[in-house]
């Protein structure tokens, strides 16, 4: 389980510019929050290091993660993050 810390920082980092982002955000958190690994909160992380548009063109599958947000565990939360 995630410490309230962590938890914190995680959707304070997760307020975005575009409403869009924001929402599917918030919604993944609210419903996964106390559920999340190590591994996926790393993953997130390294998700809200893109801008908003980019974020939002994976969510949206107008692209797939690449480069070094091309592996498993990204892979997994985009697609959770697809379906919120």
């Known amino acids: 389980m995630l410490s309230s810390e962590r938890i914190r920082r995680i959707r ?17 958190l609210d419903a996964n929050e106390q559920l999340m690994t190590d591994e996926q ?4 992380d390294q998700l809200l290091d893109l801008s908003d548009p980019e974020l939002l063109d994976l969510i949206l599958r107008r692209a797939d ?8 565990p990204v892979h997994r939360l985009v697609e959770d993050l697809r379906q919120a």
Do not use: K, M, Q
Request: glycine share 6%; proline share 10%.
């Open 41 to 44: 909160v790393t993953a997130f």
């Open 65 to 72: 993660p690449s480069g070094p947000l091309d592996c498993p």
């Open 12 to 28: 304070w980092r997760a307020r975005r510019g575009l409403l869009e982002n924001d929402i599917l955000l918030t919604r993944y």
